[in-house]
């Protein structure tokens, strides 16, 4: 999993660190995908990777984050609040966890109060704010998948003492 990761963080972080601190990293949101059988090649073309890394599809709107999200079942997204179009990151982000169960790390130049408010509505698993370096970036990654690995297991759980107390009850 750690090399997925760091292949996912090093094709995110160029894209994201060489930008100047109050643009998004190029309008994009990035998710790092999962490799399965249905990764195709038009994911392949439209990411930067190699044979050994995570492919990456990149999303210059909300709208086109879901419908790639939808289509590849990204394990983590990384958002910049600054997107093209009528919806901001926030509100992908929010989509995303909401439709999805992906989990996002929110990458801006902005850390006013209010924006931060906006933020947590929508429970990112990081805030990252730029300039950022490749090591932030990482650490962020790393944190918020063993993170949601973590709610998913304590639901997984949940759920199952539920059917438990259920069936006794019966």
Do not use: W
Not at 43 to 70: I, M, Q
Not at 140 to 167: I, M, N, P
Request: aromatic letters at 4%; hydrophobic letters at 40%.
């Amino acid at each position: 999993a750690s090399s997925s990761i760091d292949a996912a963080c090093c094709a995110v972080t160029s894209s994201i660190t060489q930008t100047a601190p109050t643009s998004g990293f190029a309008t994009s949101i990035a998710l790092p995908v999962r490799r399965t059988r249905t990764t195709t090649a038009s994911a392949r073309r439209r990411s930067s990777s190699d044979s050994n890394t995570c492919p990456l599809a990149n999303a210059a709107t909300a709208a086109e984050a879901l419908e790639l999200a939808e289509e590849f079942r990204p394990a983590l997204a990384l958002m910049d609040i600054n997107i093209r179009g009528p919806h901001d990151g926030l509100y992908a982000a929010g989509e995303l966890r909401a439709r999805f169960d992906i989990p996002s790390v929110m990458v801006t130049a902005y850390s006013d109060d209010e924006t931060i408010k906006r933020s947590a509505a929508v429970q990112p698993l990081g805030y990252l704010i730029k300039p950022i370096s490749e090591r932030d970036v990482k650490a962020a990654v790393e944190v918020a998948l063993l993170k949601h690995a973590s709610d998913r297991e304590l639901k997984r759980y949940q759920l199952e003492l539920e059917a438990t107390v259920r069936e006794l009850r019966e």
